[in-house]
């Protein structure tokens, strides 16, 4: 797959076509922007490259996943002002990556500014991230990730009920791990800088706690016991996340 090809192809077919490097996460996707304007969706041809197509026929299908997406009408302007972003920011943690991105180190992470965009009346949203330029004109600084952050309601639940709730038919017994995330179940990890929420979790349930960053969208959290492996932990950690 050339996607490079892909886009002159794109573009032949009277479509406005940019390839991008996006991150996501600890990694960088290649990425391919359709249309005119401000804000235009990004599609990723990779997710085509199993079912061996050709670089015309991928991109025949990016067209069609676009003309299914395309962006939504909306004002632009309104989603760049200063009250919307503080109104509407949220938190995503990621490993260290030097881009354009507003962020705040934390810990070994790195959280991410990003501002939540209603799409429809049904309660659909796309996001953008916070550049460092739109938060230098808008005079943002580092408290925002803090409002941000109050934005999103976390939940807490055992393993246990976090397997019922996809599986409904399973049943695991108490293993003393809980797991945490957004109410979306997406971008959840971003409870980690949540201090409020983890010390009134840790006060409910008497203990200290011990937080596992398992993926970007959810943490797993126990209790801490006298003699525990912090360096198992690390180990743990480290191979959820290769």
């Known amino acids: 797959m050339n996607i490079n ?21 600890s990694i960088v996707k290649m990425g391919i922007s359709l249309g005119e304007g401000t804000v235009r969706p990004t599609i990723y ?9 050709t670089d ?29 972003v503080k109104e509407n920011a949220f938190v995503t943690v990621r490993r260290p990556i030097n881009d354009n991105s507003y962020t705040k180190s934390f810990l070994d992470l790195q959280l991410v500014l990003n501002v939540k965009v209603s799409l429809s009346e049904d309660d659909e949203f796309g996001s953008y991230k916070v550049s460092e330029k739109q938060a230098e004109v808008l005079g943002l600084k580092e408290d925002i990730f803090d409002e941000a952050i109050n934005n999103t309601r976390f939940s807490v639940m055992t393993m246990g009920e976090a397997v019922k709730s996809i599986a409904p038919d399973e049943e695991i017994p108490d293993c003393g791990m809980y797991i945490v995330s957004s109410e979306r179940r997406t971008q959840g990890a971003a409870a980690i800088y949540n201090k ?38 690390n180990n743990m950690v480290k191979e959820i996340n290769e």
Do not use: C, R, W
Request: hydrophobic share 40%; charged share 35%; glycine share 4%.
């Open 196 to 233: 409020e929420l983890f010390k009134s979790f840790a006060d409910l349930i008497d203990s200290d706690l011990v937080i596992i960053p398992s993926s970007i969208h959810e943490l797993i959290v126990e209790k801490y016991v006298s003699g525990i492996s912090i360096d198992e932990l």
């Open 56 to 84: 015309d026929e991928i991109a025949d299908k990016v067209i069609e996943l676009y003309e299914k997406n395309k962006t939504p009408n909306f004002d632009t302007s309104n989603i760049m002002k200063k009250d919307y």
């Open 45 to 53: 041809p990779d997710q085509f490259e199993a079912f061996e197509l």
């Open 5 to 25: 090809k892909i886009a002159e192809i794109i573009e032949e077919k009277g479509y406005k076509a940019v390839v991008h490097e996006i991150p996501k996460g």
